[in-house]
């Protein structure tokens, strides 16, 4: 009998599909749930909570989670799989959500998304997959794969443009994407919802899940003051020229773009130009200020890398907006200085940037402020 392949099941319709789709295909699945520690009923573990791995909760029901697992059997009764409930509470903290609270420390707005994919799902959950037996991690990522000859995996975008989420795992290693199963990468979103309600599949979660998990119903700025204790530093709020317009409540609260909790009377809107954490000083323009054809990139990780030192190549410097043609130079083989065709808005550090072939992702950095 061949080794199972596990599906990371978070309660939503995209796993639990995959997961059919897997079992139909003939393949013996293991469901893997975890915990980020956020969630409203987590309870921490009496055991080894500092570690670095994830800790498998043996008897959910006897550890607080009855209720948990009863939703998570009744998901996945008619599929048949046995389901193993992860406490990754730790392991998050230390490599998500303290990277998410230093970002906004230092005036950059970070992408846990990506972070998650490679070292959380990728690198914990899928360790743990092994351990069970289980050589493959399959998600509902809307995002194909193939191998070349060579043994190279190339990681493509969904076919569904709408849902697409190859963006979040730019960062992921080859030695990741070969281990990573995607059985909904052909499929579009509407497929999934209409095929698993005629196959009478019930998920857990009944709404589409958040880009950020772990926040939830909260604004990112409350979450970093009311969850994790940030303290806000008030400060001054001024225009390109160093005029004084008014006061800010931290810049935490604040993204490069933003239009919304700013404040200053104009007779055309302000935006957030910089966050000038030196003076703690919010720099706001107008739109047209945002405008920019160039930005650098650092600690790229390469999934395969350009044939040349300077290349062009799409790049899409936040998820929701389109990959725009650009010429790429590396200065370095994890850095690179990205010069646009077109002005692109709102270019933030600390997002991700990533590079793409047409449907085809070449890698994915971080853009750096400008004084890095």
Not at 317 to 344: G, H
Request: proline share 6%.
């Amino acid at each position: 009998m061949s080794a199972p392949t596990a599906i990371a099941l978070s309660g939503g319709v995209d796993s639990l599909f995959a997961a059919y789709l897997l079992k139909k295909a003939g393949t013996a699945v293991v469901g893997l749930h975890f915990l980020n520690g956020f969630e409203p009923y987590y309870i921490p573990s009496s055991t080894d909570i500092d570690s670095q791995h994830p800790i498998l909760i043996r008897d959910p029901v006897k550890s607080g989670y009855k209720r948990l697992h009863a939703d998570l059997q009744r998901m996945v009764a008619d599929l048949d799989i046995p389901l193993f409930i992860f406490d990754c509470a730790a392991p998050f903290r230390s490599l998500v959500i303290d990277y998410f609270q230093s970002a906004y420390q230092s005036g950059e707005t970070p992408n846990p998304c990506m972070v998650c994919n490679r070292h959380i799902k990728f690198g914990i959950l899928l360790s743990a997959a092994q351990g069970l037996g289980a050589p493959h991690l399959a998600t509902g990522h809307y995002v194909r794969t193939y191998t070349t000859p060579d043994g190279r995996v190339h990681l493509l975008k969904g076919a569904d443009p709408s849902k697409d989420q190859a963006y979040f795992l730019a960062r992921l290693r080859q030695d990741q994407l070969a281990a990573a199963r995607f059985p909904l990468g052909e499929m579009e979103k509407h497929q999934v919802i209409d095929q698993a309600a005629r196959k009478g599949l019930h998920p857990m979660a009944s709404k589409e899940s958040q880009d950020v998990c772990f926040i939830r119903d909260q604004a990112y700025g409350y979450f970093l003051t009311d969850t994790l204790g940030f303290k806000p530093s008030p400060g001054d709020i001024e225009d390109l020229e160093g005029a004084r317009l008014g006061r800010h409540q931290g810049l935490h609260l604040f993204t490069i773009g933003q239009r919304r909790g700013i404040n200053c009377p104009s007779s055309e809107p302000y935006y957030v130009y910089d966050l000038d954490t030196d003076r703690n000083v919010l720099v706001v323009g107008r739109k047209a200020d945002l405008a920019s054809r160039h930005c650098k990139v650092y600690d790229i990780n390469w999934i395969n890398p350009p044939a040349s030192s300077s290349s062009n190549m799409q790049t899409r410097v936040r998820y929701r907006s389109p990959a725009a043609d650009a010429r790429v130079t590396l200065t370095s083989p994890t850095s690179a200085e990205v010069a646009f065709a077109q002005p692109q808005s709102a270019i933030t550090p600390g997002q991700g940037a990533v590079f793409y072939a047409g449907d085809e992702v070449l890698g994915g950095g971080w853009i750096s402020r400008a004084d890095q």
